[in-house]
């Protein structure tokens, strides 16, 4: 109310805040406060010209052309004490008093007038956030800041994953989403907990994601939530006259342009690795043109040791990430090798490229091969 000079603000302000001085216990508000605004709602009946000043905005004093720089008078007095004060105080000499009291004011208009003559940078008359690339800097603070509280799974799939899906939808008749499975006796779980378990965070809708991925992947329990929470919402969408398929644990999800046939379960399945299934799920498709994405060796290594065996014309698979994205035809390279070459390349990928297994010794993978 101050900062706008709006008079009946203030005595509206005032009157809401004037119940909790009492609460609080301010005993000096809770007993002024009431009489200072009976007085200021009697200026209609006492003092109607003092009234018209106060609405016209002259309760307040404006020291600058800035906006909403307004301040109380009180307030303004302390600050132009500083022109009339020393840095002393006032001692009980009565002449020493009278003497500041009149050479007073007349010591503000020089150090007033002395600060005018030496000029300086005028004014804009705008606060110095108010320009554009500090306006566009505060709102990309505020949106990292609001992102950061409110963005959970269920916003995550909603904004990200789902789009994604749809647009992979976009270009294809079928899809399919496949994730690894963690049973608690297999061997790659057993492996991975020599290497810290991670912090364990329950997966649901309203649940806020982790700030650190790496360490939230690390648990299994959370993956396994992760992936069936993201089932769960794609065997909501609308996929229109399309197919999508995606794992659920050991069992599938299907979504048709039938709702009758929404969220069916089929083909269940043990493939503990995403890529083996990938592989099943390629061959009982019946269609000729085949593309799977990855980013793991393991699946190219099947692919082309399956590509001969797979009722396709064409096998490709979109692997790797950034600019090491590209597309491998895993039908021609399985025709040039053989179905010999082509069968063994798996056994010998466990020897010498598989992630958990050295090469040969004195023999490097193109050489052995």
Not at 56 to 70: C, D, E, I, P, R
Not at 290 to 316: G, I
């Amino acid at each position: 109310s101050l900062h706008e000079s709006n008079f009946s603000l203030y005595i509206d302000t005032l009157d809401q805040l004037m119940p909790w001085f009492f609460a609080l216990d301010h005993v000096n508000y809770a007993h002024w406060l009431p009489v200072h605004i009976q007085d200021m709602v009697a200026l209609k009946e006492t003092h109607r010209t003092v009234l018209d000043e106060f609405q016209k905005g002259n309760f307040v004093v404006q020291q600058s052309t800035h906006s909403f720089l307004l301040i109380a008078l009180d307030q303004s007095h302390e600050q132009t004490n500083k022109y009339i004060k020393g840095e002393g105080g006032l001692t009980e000499n009565t002449a020493a008093l009278r003497r500041w009291m009149v050479a007073g004011p007349e010591v503000a208009r020089v150090v007033a007038e002395f600060e005018e003559s030496m000029g300086g940078e005028e004014s804009s008359g705008g606060h110095h956030e108010q320009v554009p690339h500090m306006q566009a800097s505060f709102a990309k603070d505020v949106k990292a800041l609001v992102a950061a509280f409110k963005e959970t799974f269920e916003e995550y799939a909603e904004s990200n994953f789902i789009p994604y899906v749809k647009s992979q939808l976009e270009d294809v008749q079928r899809l399919d989403v496949i994730w690894d499975q963690y049973p608690a006796n297999s061997l790659k779980v057993q492996a991975q907990e020599g290497c810290g378990l991670g912090s364990r965070r329950c997966v649901s809708g309203k649940t806020a994601i982790p700030r650190n991925w790496a360490g939230f992947l690390c648990n299994n329990q959370n993956k396994t939530e992760l992936f069936c929470f993201l089932s769960e919402k794609l065997s909501e969408i609308n996929v229109g006259r399309k197919e999508l398929y995606t794992t659920h644990l050991d069992h599938v999800l299907t979504v048709h342009h039938s709702d009758s046939e929404s969220k069916i379960r089929i083909e269940p399945c043990s493939h503990e690795e995403a890529g083996t299934q990938m592989l099943l799920h390629a061959a009982r498709q019946g269609h000729s043109k085949l593309l799977l994405t990855t980013v793991d060796t393991d699946v190219v290594v099947l692919a082309m040791a399956q590509a001969h065996h797979l009722q396709v014309s064409e096998l490709w698979l979109a692997f790797g990430v950034g600019k090491h994205y590209r597309f491998i035809p895993a039908h021609s390279i399985s025709s040039s090798m053989g179905p010999e070459k082509a069968t063994a390349l798996p056994f010998f990928h466990a020897l010498t490229g598989c992630d958990i297994t050295l090469a040969f010794a004195g023999r490097g993978g193109k050489k052995a091969w």
